[in-house]
């Protein structure tokens, strides 16, 4: 199958932009069946704007393993114990 380039309009800020022949295919070999709606610069934005979800609250614990201070971005309950990073990943590593 052979892509041509297409001027398309984006639905966010109704600018024209090129949906270049390698964009197409890259499209096809990933299954995607729409075309894109938004430009580069709107798809960035809105990418941004997803991201950037303020700052993290983190929550102060206890390692139920080797008892170091640590933090964990969920708030813990008292019927699971919580593991400091290097304690979980030895954890993961056994099973």
């Known amino acids: ?7 398309l ?15 197409q295919e ?3 070999e990933k299954g995607f069946q729409n075309d ?3 430009c580069p ?4 934005a809105r990418k941004r704007q997803r991201n950037a979800r ?14 170091c ?5 969920f708030r813990p309950t008292e019927d699971r114990p919580v593991y400091c990073r290097d304690c979980y990943q030895k954890i993961r ?3």
């Open 26 to 28: 890259f499209y096809a």
């Open 41 to 44: 610069e709107c798809r960035l």
């Open 9 to 23: 309009t984006c639905k966010e800020c109704g600018c024209e932009f090129v949906f270049s022949a390698s964009e």
């Open 54 to 67: 303020g700052e993290r609250e983190m929550f102060t614990v206890i390692c139920a393993e080797c008892g």
């Open 1 to 7: 199958m052979s892509f041509e380039d297409r001027t």
């Open 69 to 73: 201070e640590t933090q964990v971005p």
């Open 93 to 95: 590593e056994q099973v």
């Open 36 to 38: 894109p709606a938004r």
